[in-house]
């Protein structure tokens, strides 16, 4: 199985940009299609953003649509979610998740493999 470990969550103001990582080990993450989630305090896990195992097809939430990008480096077995334009709704904690079966699709349930989360905060 693989563990993955989320990193590069923080506070940043309204405006502001962050980037995080999520490094995989234990197995190659080029056998999974990977996925960012997010869980606000007391809501539940939701779907941000997707790619599949090449990196050539990536699929985003309409909330963060033109604002984050998904991307991965099979090389470094890591996977990154870059946010731009930060917005205080924006405030959760941050999951990334490994699907080794389907195409990084948008149900929790489709993902076998979890991280333990970052926090993001972002202020007015």
């Known amino acids: 199985q693989v563990q993955l470990v989320e990193s590069g969550g923080g506070l940043v103001q309204a405006g502001g940009s962050l980037r995080l990582s999520c490094a995989a080990s234990?197995?190659?993450?080029?056998?999974?299609?990977m996925g960012w989630f997010r869980q606000a305090l007391g809501k539940e896990r939701k779907f941000v953003a997707a790619?599949?195992?090449?990196?050539?097809?990536?699929d985003y939430d309409d909330s963060v649509k033109g604002r984050f990008t998904i991307s991965r480096d099979n090389a470094k077995n890591t996977v990154y979610l870059q946010m731009n334009s930060l917005r205080p709704e924006d405030t959760a904690v941050y999951y990334c998740?490994?699907?080794?079966?389907?195409?990084?699709?948008?149900?929790?349930?489709?993902?076998?493999?979890w991280g333990q989360g970052t926090q993001v905060t972002v202020s007015s």
């Open positions: 234990g197995r190659t993450l080029s056998r999974y299609a």
């Open positions: 998740a490994a699907d080794l079966y389907g195409l990084g699709d948008r149900p929790v349930s489709k993902y076998e493999y």
């Open positions: 790619i599949t195992r090449s990196g050539g097809r990536t």
